[in-house]
C-alpha cells in the first residue's frame, strides 16, 4: 500500500480539531475493522488510545502524530486492491462489489468499449462512410475477447476505432 506522509495534509497550518477527531475516528473504524477479522493489533489500540487522549487535552500535533503512525502501520497492513484501467471513481456510483474484488462481466471495460465501437459503427454508416471492413475487424476483436485475449481485442478494437476517425474526418463537410 502507498505510504502516507507524516507532514500536515492542508498546507502549513495544523490541523484543527474536527478534523482531527474525523481522522481518529476513521482509524478507530479500521482498528475495529481488523479486530474482527481476528488480527486485532494491541500496540496500536494503545497507541490510539494515547492519540485520543492527547486531542482530549489539546496538543493537537503530538495526536495527529500518533494517528498519522497507526494509519500508515494499518495501511502497509492491507493488501494491494486491484487496478482497473478504467477505475470505479465516478461521482454516486456504487459498483455493488468491494474492493479488489474482479469487475463482472456486464462492466468488463473492453468488452464495453466494443459494445460501444459496434454502434459507433452503425452510426457511421447511416452517415454513409463505409464501414464493412471495419465491422468485420470488430467481429475478429470480439472473437479474440471471447477467447480470453482482451489485450489483443482491444488492439484491435483500437484499429477499428482509429480508422473510422480517419474516414469520418476525410469525408466531405455537409452543411445544413
Known sequence: MRRRNPTPRAGSSASDLDELTGFLEGVRYRLSERRREGG???DLEQKLASAQE???SGRLEAAERVLLEVSEHLDRDEPEPELNEFPRGLVRYDAGVDRGVPTP???EPVA???T???RLLTVAAAEGVAVVDLRALLVAARAEYLRGDRRHAKVLGE???TELDLRRAAR???ES
Do not use: S
Open 40 to 42: 486485532a493489533l494491541p
Open 54 to 56: 492527547a486531542l482530549a
Open 105 to 107: 462481466e456486464d462492466e
Open 112 to 114: 464495453n468499449r466494443l
Open 116 to 118: 460501444l465501437m459496434e
Open 159 to 161: 484499429k477499428v476505432l
Open 172 to 174: 466531405p463537410r455537409t
